[in-house]
């Protein structure tokens, strides 16, 4: 069966001047000894830690290095590379030993690395600006979920207006209803250059930590 890679591009955004490296990036070993992914894959893995690691420093200038590498290590490992490979169905174009071309489900491993490799060749084929574009584009959710957990969202949204704007963020209640015993607050705030994002809960602190990830989502990352 004949494999229509323009799919995979425009899943990605792009276009591969040179084919045969975005079909060798998906090609496993198993599939060709000698024409494989496994040296792309090795500088994929490679890019994918520079812009991550940069990303993290443009969000957290002042973290502790600790820190950086715990949510670094997050976003690296084969389980985000394989969610992120999934995501694009990029299982569906890596060519893999199958004599008799049945439906086979490949190991994770194959996939996750095939992510890697997919990552080197939009390197070598497009360069850094590019694949940086593409990487954070598919990280994007995923580096939300690090720049929000396990950490005060209103307190980070005020550093981050501090820093850009030398201002902190305006926020207003926007509704205070429900029982005295169970009361919901709806909170939004605003950046000096942003609309209002709202967050809804049973007290104003919970309302305005939803209001402030919100915010934060449009505009960190």
Known sequence: MKIDYSKLEKKIDIKFKDK?????????????KNKNNEKIEFLG???????????????????????????????????TCLQIAKSIELQNYILT????????????KVVADSCEALIGAIYLDKGFNVTEKVILNLWRENIKESVITKIDAKT???????????????????????PRHKPILKVAVKLPNTKFYNGEGNSKKEAEQKAAINCLNDNLV
């Open 156 to 178: 980070k949204l005020q550093e981050f207006s501090l820093k850009k704007f030398k201002k902190l963020p305006t926020y207003k209640i926007i509704s205070n209803t429900g």
């Open 97 to 108: 030993f199958n004599p008799k071309n049945k439906s086979i489900s490949l190991e994770d």
């Open 20 to 32: 045969k490296l975005l079909i060798k990036s998906l090609t496993h070993k198993s599939y060709n």
């Open 45 to 79: 893995d490679r890019v994918l830690g520079l812009i991550i690691a940069k990303k993290l420093l443009e969000i957290y200038p002042d973290e502790k290095e600790g820190i950086l590498d715990k949510k670094f290590a997050s976003l690296v490992n084969k389980n």
